[in-house]
């Protein structure tokens, strides 16, 4: 058999040890070969691909953060309009199946692909950890140690200084890194997109704190963060050319706020693509590892129009289209037992 596999959408840590996954299993158990696709879904209508080897390079890439084949996102549109040129491509390239590696947009694109005809089992990515079908999304645990290790750095400085720190983390329509991460770092107040927030209520948290004695807080914000409506204007971003509202630094808006409501010396940590940077976690690298060996056991197996998601201790698989089908929020409950550790 003759795969081809790709990665799609914003990198994460562990999308390489996927690509070590998929390409070391189908060489030891079913003497295959691997194709590696560049910059996604591009280098496939593009026909820019790379000969996988299950050799030393490929046994090194395990530590190695970002992703080898190179990654990017097409507009839906272009994508579907190449799909003659997709299937040229993987035929002329003698591909028995595709392995996707990607998040929400690519899994409906890898859907889309399958339901045309295409051969195609999905990897789910995201460090935002939104994907409904699985419990887990690699790149997910990496992110949170780098955003809990920020925030144990910043209650040092915070309390040195009498300051309230923000600290903005990413999370464009869920919460699952500021939750956690908040949680791990003891964040005093957590804000999250499924949970409008009312900034008289933080800061009457923050007070709470000073009046208490303690004269520092530290806050979580994801970037995704809305106000509830009618409680202050945060105003509005653009949309890119994706469809996607570019983000107008809500963890300043909330800073600034604070400070000309309470007067407190507040300051703005923005985390950015350092969560999405360097390394795997031990736990990432392991998932990342398992998906990988899974899906392409899964291709050999010719299981195909499915996902490979972490349920419990198992990896299983699941229709491609239920991975697609909704956005994995934090649920109400998990918010209010992190309220319970908030002020
Ligand atoms: O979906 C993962 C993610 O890291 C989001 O948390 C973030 O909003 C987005 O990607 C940023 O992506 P980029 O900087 O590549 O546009």
Redesign the pocket.
């Known amino acids: 058999m003759r795969l081809a596999t790709l990665t799609c ?2 990198d994460c840590p562990g999308l390489n040890a996927v690509i070590r996954g998929i390409v070391r299993t189908a060489s030891s158990e079913y003497g295959s070969t691997v194709v590696g696709y560049l910059d996604g879904w591009s280098g496939l209508l593009k026909d820019r691909r790379i000969d996988l080897y299950d050799d030393a390079f490929i046994d090194s890439i395990l530590l190695r953060g970002g992703t080898i084949l190179g990654t990017g996102r097409l507009h839906p549109d272009k994508f579907k309009a190449g799909l003659d040129t997709i299937k040229r491509n993987l035929d002329d390239a003698g591909i028995d199946a595709l392995i996707a590696i990607g ?1 929400e947009g690519t899994l409906k694109g890898a859907k889309w692909l399958s339901d045309n005809g295409v051969h195609v089992v999905g990897v789910p990515k ?3 950890n939104d994907v409904a079908a699985t419990d887990y999304t690699f790149g997910f645990d990496t992110a949170v140690s780098v955003a809990t290790d920020a925030i144990d750095r910043l209650h040092t400085t915070a309390e040195s200084h009498n300051r309230i720190l923000i600290v903005e983390v ?3 329509h869920v919460g699952w890194i500021a939750l956690h991460a908040g949680m791990a770092g003891g964040a005093h107040y957590t804000v999250i997109p499924e949970e409008p927030f009312d900034i008289a209520e933080i800061c009457k948290a923050m007070e709470r704190r000073f009046q208490m004695g303690e004269k520092y807080g530290i806050i979580v914000v994801a ?2 963060a809305v106000p509830k409506e009618g409680t202050m204007d945060a105003g509005l971003g653009e949309e890119d050319e994706f469809g996607h509202v570019t983000f107008n630094g809500m963890g300043q808006i909330i800073a600034d706020e604070i400070k000309n409501r309470l007067g407190y010396d507040v300051r703005t940590t923005v985390l950015g ?1 350092i969560q ?1 940077g360097g390394t795997p976690t031990a736990y990432d690298r392991v998932l990342a590892t398992r998906y990988g060996i899974n899906a392409a056991r899964a291709a050999h197996e010719g299981k195909f129009d499915t996902c490979v998601a972490l349920h419990g201790e198992d990896i299983e698989l699941v229709s491609l289209e239920s991975a697609v089908a909704h956005l994995k929020q934090v649920p109400e409950s998990r918010y209010r037992s992190a309220r319970t550790m908030f002020g």
């Open positions: 959408g914003g998040g995201t460090i935002d990413m999370g464009r970037e995704g693509h999405r």
